[in-house]
């Protein structure tokens, strides 16, 4: 998987659709996720920040349109709505309620995987080119530089994220301080010793209770593992 591919999540619970919606998107360079319920879909969103999402309206468990103020609250991704109904207050729903796109079934699979590269397209015309960096939970937006575990947005200071970067970059091995000032800061740290320990600790307070830890090795430096 390359993992800088855009990320398209598609939610739909018939599997022929999903088998060939998946072959042709992932032959035109996307990586995808795919739930077959509601459910499946919030608990990818815990662990993934899908760049566009494809939006059954009838799935088992509920409404794809009834789902969709849920879905925004943790995702701020284009999504584009299937519906097998065909009248115009029905095909419009997903719109009024926020979403930016619509096609009814059954469709040409070109026309869909063409409505999702404009999302992308609008997303890199708008400044905002897809870079992604994911290890497990994780998933680092390079560009707005904001990183999100299970979904959730951290609130990582700019020190904070460029710090995580460079330890999912070299995860496993062990990093000194003066390497760590020199990468984040520029600098060489025999005035920055303090700057490196308070945001290493800041960020492991953030990382609490996730799969994640930053090891200390005396007289070494530091580690960044999973547990």
Known sequence: MDYNAPLIMMVEDDADITRLNR????????????AETLAEARDILRSELPDVIILDVQLPDGSGVDFF?????????????????????????????GGNDYITKPYDIAELCMRVNN??????SAGRPVEILAYGSLRLDIVSQ???MTGVDMNLSAKEFALLKVFI?????IM?????????????SDVGV???????????????????MIVSKRGEGYSFLTQ
């Open 146 to 148: 904001r990183a999100y």
């Open 176 to 188: 000194d301080i003066d390497y760590l000032y020199k990468k984040i800061w520029n600098a060489h």
């Open 119 to 124: 999302f992308i397209v609008m997303l890199q």
């Open 169 to 173: 970059t070299n995860r496993d091995k």
């Open 194 to 212: 303090g700057a490196v320990k308070t945001a290493v600790s800041r960020l492991r307070m953030k990382l609490d209770d996730s799969e994640f």
């Open 23 to 34: 072959k042709w998107l992932e032959e035109a360079g996307y990586n995808t996720l795919n």
């Open 69 to 97: 103020p849920e879905l925004r609250r943790v995702c701020a991704a284009p999504v584009l709505f299937l519906t097998a109904k065909d009248k115009p207050e029905d095909r419009l729903a997903g719109l009024v309620t």
